[in-house]
């Protein structure tokens, strides 16, 4: 499966994470130890650390877990020790990692670690003492404030394919919490790219310490009108070069199967729905547009059953980068296809949504590497246009 194709960047990032824990905690002279601000996060790490939604389009969870004292302070971990972290002031911690597979250059690893300490004080002198004794490590300047204050670093290696890759991370403290954002991959990103995930990480801790909460898109309220040319990406959504291979009205036993029956289908007022398939001129790449029009109060039971579907077919969930319809879900999957004697790995990318009283999708499948997932994000919008 796709997001899983890349081990050798989650385990490099993972190295990374202990490259960069490895730091002084007699640090001769601390930046600054007084906190900016006092504030307090009220929620546990698990729920204030950045999802798989708050990512760039296309990544994959891969590690999701508390992180313990007991857990810091084994074997031959060169991270800070389960002593050093209790001398800081450290209460709980949380570990994601997601990985990023699609164009060869934009593979990608990403690791966020958020830790909670007693109050803002020891939150600030616990990130004065976090500073990489490696001499692989280098200083990088981040180019705008995160939270309290901030640190920006960066590692190249070159890997065994002869690439030369990066890893490159933003310490921040806000308040009485420490976070450290890394990202690795090929050196063909900038920091940047760090800084906006450390930024969305603030964000949430922000809306849960000050308020007010995360703004969340207004759902539609009005009934989407029934016709059938709205109901669909047309032609002109597509890069130039695509051609219509199918078009027409769709009725529920087209959406059945053994796990998403008819009559499920029909409890949750389905009325009508339209479907429109495109071809590039390749004919690499098809792309699918569908929507479901059902009743209003059971979208959210209609999106369920649509990504249930998908599921069903050994699917896993992707980040799809940003806010699309009422609601979304990212989702990917692989595998090899033989046309012609030949045969080829595919990857299939969805984007599920529910607008208003409609559910639909965006289905995407092209050889494995040669589309990005932004690109089925971006057909999603053009299709809930046509929905407005």
Known sequence: MIGRSAPHLARGIVAAAVLFAAC???????RSSAPR?????????????????????????EDDAPVTLDAMSGGGDRGIMREQMSRVGVLSGHHRTFALSGLPSAERSAAVDLFILRDAAAASDALDKAVPTDPMVSRVAIGQAVGDKSHGYRVTQTGSDGVDYDAVMVEFQYGNTVCYVIVQGRSTFSIQEVSRLALTQLARLRADAQGPPLATPTPRTSPISPVYSNLSLRVGDLPTGYQTTFEEALSASDFANESVTEDMWRAVGFRGAYGHSFVSRDQSTVVTSVVILCDAKKTEQALGLAVGRAKALD???????????????????????????QTQHMTYRSVYFRFG??????????????????????????????LQ
């Open 37 to 61: 601000t006092t504030v307090t996060v009220r929620d546990a790490p698990s729920e204030l650390i950045v999802g798989l939604r708050d990512l760039p389009p296309g990544y994959s969870l």
């Open 315 to 341: 699917a896993y969930e992707i980040s799809i980068g940003a806010p699309v319809g009422d609601e979304a879900v990212g989702i990917e999957f692989s595998g090899n296809v033989t046309a012609g004697g």
């Open 357 to 386: 009283d409609s559910v639909g999708w965006i289905n995407v499948r092209a050889p494995t590497g040669a589309v990005d997932a932004a690109f089925m994000v971006d057909l999603a919008r053009k299709l809930i246009d046509h």
């Open 24 to 30: 002084s905690t007699e640090a001769p002279a601390p």
